[in-house]
């Protein structure tokens, strides 16, 4: 069973689409995140959740926003796609501050 | 402001050696310290933490972080490298309050050369 499971794995779009990413996780936590991985592999909190509620908007273009319709889910809408959101995102959950647990990744490719 | 530092971007060491990839912290109150290994096209992977208690921490893989307060560091260790343990290498910081976010360094790339 995967703990934190995203999809899709990779994403290749057009500049000004529009396209979501899905995160679940079954561990039971409270907290979900999204992280994003630039191509220098540094990793940056964008959001976090907390039973739904948003805690964490870490100065993230409007064109993305969060949904949280349940606290085992998490999922990413972007608008209006540009070059510079080319990106891995990471999905994350945790359980106060003990064990965070990541998901596999998408690989964004706006072209 | 909060902070983790990794000044190596790249550490080459040959197999079978011991290998070190450091880390320090700046963040006020008590830290809770993690290190992540990421293969090539690969997700994070938990390596080991350290919460409270003993300032060895053993991890997977044969990883070993120290905690040290004074020098608020928090290397990670193994006495033998493996071509196998080829990967990038973070440390993160929980600092905990109302946000319970995870601050990571910039990333260290490690190389076992064979």
């Known amino acids: 069973d995967t703990a934190v499971s995203q999809t899709p794995k990779y994403l290749v779009t057009q500049m000004g689409n529009d396209k979501s990413i899905k995160c679940e996780q079954n561990?039971?936590?409270?907290?979900m995140y999204w992280y994003k991985q630039d191509s220098k592999k540094f990793l940056k909190i964008m959001f976090s959740?907390?039973?739904?509620?948003?805690?964490i908007n870490e100065t993230v273009p409007n064109r993305f926003s969060p949904k949280s319709p349940d606290k085992a889910h998490l999922n990413l809408h972007i608008n209006s796609l540009e070059l510079g959101d080319s990106a891995v995102y990471f999905c994350?959950?945790?359980?106060?501050?003990?064990?965070?647990?990541f998901g596999s990744g998408t690989r964004l490719t706006v072209v | 402001a909060q902070s983790v530092a990794q000044p190596e971007d790249q550490v080459n060491v040959a197999e079978g050696n011991p290998l070190t990839v450091k880390c320090t912290y700046s963040v006020s109150g008590n830290p809770y310290l993690f290190w992540y290994v990421q293969y090539p096209n690969r997700g994070l992977q938990f390596l080991l933490k350290?919460?409270?208690?003993?300032?060895l921490v053993k991890g997977s893989y044969g990883f070993e972080a120290e905690f040290n307060k004074s020098q608020t560091s928090f290397h990670l260790k193994k006495p033998s490298a493996l071509v196998s343990d080829s990967a990038l290498y973070f440390c993160?910081?929980?600092?905990?309050?109302?946000?319970?976010?995870?601050?990571f360094g910039t990333g260290t790339l490690l190389a076992v050369q064979p």
């Open positions: 959740y907390n039973n739904k509620e948003l805690i």
């Open positions: 350290y919460i409270t208690g003993d300032n």
């Open positions: 561990l039971g936590h409270d907290t």
């Open positions: 993160a910081v929980s600092i905990g309050g109302a946000t319970n976010k995870l601050i």
């Open positions: 994350a959950s945790s359980r106060d501050r003990v064990g965070y647990t």
